[in-house]
């Protein structure tokens, strides 16, 4: 590897776990020069300014995602299936150990601290993946399948994505309450049944409008 292309890429990963860490208004480039090994004028030569550099750190993230992804956004099947795919492939992304850990916690701060590169994130990656789940849900809930805007849709495909986000998001809270209980060797695959299932028999009791816990319990009432 060419010494100014190392150069660079030391910067990319030093800034990725620095600006997951402390978000990109308090990441300083004195300390991503640190920790890459480089002198200050480094990130103006390779990367313009500390927005830039953001920038980049973002796309090497998304990349990384959005290459991930691509087999489940291509894949075929029944929905039962494509919704199978669809968890199993976000449970392996978020506790892949060959991925650098900064790019998930990067992602995340970025969803809940929005920067100038946020409308970019949820357009290019989010967005397809979202959809592609809304008509999953969609294809679930029918036949007739309901539009994508039904509450029903979003709320469903919110909770599957919430289902998967738990299980890594809250991961330490996991490992002080049951210890052990993430350390399985076959994780992902029982935590894609389970999701898969449960989310199955949700959606199973919302196919006829109006059908919600409280509706039923209303007219069990009267």
Known sequence: MEPHVETEQRILNAAGEVFAERGFRDATVREICARAGANLAAINYHFG???????????????WSDEHDRPILDAAGTPQDRLELFIRGMLNKLFDKGRPSWHTRLMSREMVEPTAAFDGLVDCTIRPKFDLLRGI??????????????????????????????????????????????????????????????????????????????GRAAGGDR
Do not use: M, N
């Open 137 to 214: 849900v969609a294809d679930l809930l029918g036949p007739p399948a309901p539009d994508p805007e039904d509450d029903r849709v979003i709320l469903s495909a919110a909770s599957v994505i919430g289902q998967c986000l738990h299980h890594h998001h809250c991961r330490h809270v996991t490992h002080r309450l049951l210890p052990g209980a993430l350390d399985a060797p076959d994780l992902i695959p029982k935590l894609t049944d389970h999701i898969l299932r449960f989310s199955l028999a949700g959606i199973a009791g919302l196919r006829q409008p109006g059908t919600t816990g409280a």
């Open 49 to 63: 300014d500390k927005a830039a550099l953001y920038g980049r750190v973002l796309d090497q993230a998304r990349c």
